[in-house]
């Protein structure tokens, strides 16, 4: 696999007010691609002061990924959720003891949504590469650019997380250092150019965690992905310990958000795993 930087020019904004000023011709929609049981213990840290005391209770998530439609640029996701083999193996054809399972109801699968809609793909965008956010590209096209945050792949491990890449040739990363600082969340590329779709540096989930911020006519929307795992993650103000790759950055870009979303109110944000 050969590995080219994602080519983006900064866009000189240095506060979201700017963006929201201009809104773009773009609209998302989320598609379920399955459910995955997760344990309240975890998704919010136990050990965090605030945390009080969190039950351990399985909680039942969807997995989601989202179909960003753009008038004149055309449609690309945002993660690739899980492809068809799902629906018969939870484990998705994959062995080994450290390998996720997930539940996936019959035509659930990413191309059955994709399909449907008669959507014709520009490109993925992957917040990380964790199965329930990348099996999906076993079914999608291999001739569109995927795009990742830069050290995301160093964390990649096929024994684990898939044969997911198997096909694609070229993987896209984007390299936030020199990309805008927009304060609070610091770090941020215009991923389409024109102010529409932006991508946001907020590890501790994992290395290169990407979330996403849709600028569109409707209003904006901030995507958290698994930076944060449910709402709850948000109103206790106390980030996921279980499924993190490190627990204080993943604490600090929480409140990052928390201070964005206060910030600016009219932003509507969505956990990574709730609808």
């Not at 773009?26 to 995955?36: S, Y």
């Not at 449910?230 to 103000?237: A, F, P």
């Not at 996921?240 to 206060?262: C, G, H, M, R």
Request: charged share 20%.
């Amino acid at each position: 696999m050969k590995f080219v930087d994602f080519c983006y020019q900064k866009s000189g904004v240095n506060n979201w007010g700017d963006v929201f000023d201009n809104p773009q011709p773009i609209t998302l929609e989320a598609f379920t691609t399955g459910t995955v049981q997760i344990n309240r213990r975890g998704t919010i840290n136990p050990l965090h002061p605030r945390a009080a005391e969190v039950e351990a209770e399985e909680l039942e998530v969807p997995i989601l990924c989202y179909w960003i439609h753009h008038e004149n640029r055309g449609d690309y996701l945002l993660d690739a959720g899980l492809d068809a083999t799902y629906f018969q193996d939870p484990r998705g054809g994959l062995e080994g003891t450290d390998v996720d399972q997930f539940h996936q109801e019959k035509d659930q699968n990413i191309v059955h949504h994709l399909e449907t809609r008669g959507i014709y793909l520009q490109g993925v965008f992957l917040s990380h590469l964790h199965a329930d956010h990348a099996a999906g590209q076993r079914e999608l096209p291999k001739n569109i650019p995927y795009v990742v945050g830069k050290g995301e792949f160093e964390d990649y491990h096929p024994q684990v997380h898939g044969d997911f890449l198997q096909g694609v040739e070229v993987l896209h990363e984007i390299d936030f250092f020199g990309a805008d600082e927009i304060p609070p969340l610091g770090p941020s590329v215009d991923l389409l150019g024109d102010g529409s779709l932006w991508a946001v540096l907020t590890p501790g989930h994992t290395r290169g965690h990407s979330s996403f911020l849709v600028n569109g006519y409707a209003g904006p929307v901030f995507l958290t992905m698994d930076a944060v795992f449910i709402r709850e993650n948000l109103d206790v103000g106390v980030a996921p310990s279980d499924y993190t790759w490190e627990v204080e950055p993943a604490q600090k870009t929480l409140e990052k958000i928390i201070n964005f979303l206060e910030m600016y109110p009219q932003v509507r944000v969505r956990a990574g795993h709730e609808l």
